[in-house]
Structures are given as structure tokens and as C-alpha cells.
């Protein structure tokens, strides 16, 4: 889990710098921003992990800026946690009901902070796991609970590794990844894992997904990023 991308979003300094401090020391890689116009224009750009939400910001709240991310279909899936004072227990229940995933009441401990965190991550991670759904884009079938993928509907012999690539790229779509992201993803904490694997396997998914693997339409490249799976006409289970 080390290396996770977390963004809080709070405007009382020294508390986001003690959110900051205790995150980082257990390896996590922290950004900061302290209002909410700020961090929806930096979310139009890449996507953290997770995201540490205060609920009181000036300008744009945390409950209005936690609507606008799941509203936005590239943004939707991030976990919240959102941050709320003892007076705001009313708030806190219509955050989660916008979408957190969790929220923690000031004055909290840092450990507690890191802990839901944790918990927020690993709870993330298990969901894509048991996705029930079945997945159809095109002529393109996936039936997650099987572990299967079919063509024109024809299974597709794929490794494990490619099934759980194509797994989480497809219950993640128009999403762009990282070569880092997907190792963490996938290989978790396998160490000893070129950022070059994720390219050969991209490669055979391509070969037996892609009209055209030399010009592909579902698995695009986003150069000097990584890749997303782009939904052409297709139906994606609820991340
Ligand atoms: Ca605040």
C-alpha cells in the first residue's frame, strides 16, 4: 500500500500538515490543497487513491465537491474519507450518503486517520474482486464471477494476470493508469516487477480483444501516462 496517492483537501494548515505527517511516515505520498474549486481542477488532471475530505472549506464545501466526484464518471470511483467536526453529525450522514466512503470525527488521532485509510484501500481493492455483474462492450463479454471473457461469443483463452488486468481496467473505464498504478493494481506487492511487464501484457489483451491490435480502440495508450479501457457502447457494473 505504500506509495498510494492521497489528496487531502483541508483548509486548516497545521491540521493538514499533521494528516500529511503521519501519512507520509507510514509511506504514503501525500498532496495537499486547501479548498475546493482548487482540488476539482486538479482533479481534471490525474487521479489520487483516495481523497481526504474536509467537510468545512471556504468557497465550495467538502459535501459539494464529494457530489461533484461522483458525479463525474472519471472521477467516481476514488474513495472518500470525508473529515467533519462533532457539530456536523447531520453532515456526516448525508456525506455518506453523496458517496464517502468513511468519515472520521475532529479531533481524531492520526493513527485512526491512517488506520480508515488502510481500511478505505483494502476495501477498494477487494470490491473489484466481487463485482457480480456482467460486463458487455461491443462484441466483447465478460462475466467476472465465472473469470471469463468471450468474444463473438467464443471464450478467450487469457492468463490470469490478463484476466485480472482486463478486470480491473474494464470495472475502472475511461480511467487512465500509470504503468505504476496497474503494477500496484495487479502485481501488488510483488516486487522485482518491470513497469515493462504491464506493456507485454497490454500487448497480448490487445491481440485478443482489439479489432485492430495495431490500432486499438478499447485498450488506448495515453502517451507519457499509461492506458485506459475506453467504453465504446457498452454497459460497466457500478464501481
Ligand atoms: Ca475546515
Known sequence: MAGKKILIIEDEKDICDLMAFHLKKEGFSVEQLFDGETAWRRLQKNHPDLIVLDLMLPGMNGLELCRLIREQKQTTSIPI??????????????????????????PFNP??????????????RTDMGDTKKIFTDGDLT???????????????????????????LTT?????????????????????????????HISRLRA?????????KRIQTVRGIGYKYVLANGTHPPA
Open 172 to 200: 475502472h473505464p475511461n480511467r487512465v493508469y500509470s504503468r505504476d498504478q496497474l503494477l500496484d493494481a495487479i502485481w501488488g506487492d510483488e516486487t522485482f516487477v518491470e513497469p515493462r511487464t504491464v506493456d507485454v
Open 111 to 124: 493513527r485512526e486517520l491512517v488506520a480508515r485509510v488502510r481500511a478505505v484501500l483494502r476495501r477498494t
Open 142 to 168: 465478460i462475466d467476472y464471477e465465472a473469470y471469463t471473457v468471450y468474444r463473438n461469443n467464443k471464450p478467450l483463452s487469457l492468463s490470469s494476470t490478463e484476466l485480472k488486468l482486463l478486470f480491473f
Open 208 to 216: 485478443a480483444i482489439e479489432e485492430d491490435k495495431d490500432n486499438p
Open 81 to 106: 474519507i470525508m473529515v467533519t467536526a462533532k457539530s456536523e453529525d447531520v453532515d456526516k450522514v448525508i456525506g455518506l450518503e453523496l458517496g464517502a466512503d468513511d468519515y472520521i470525527t475532529k
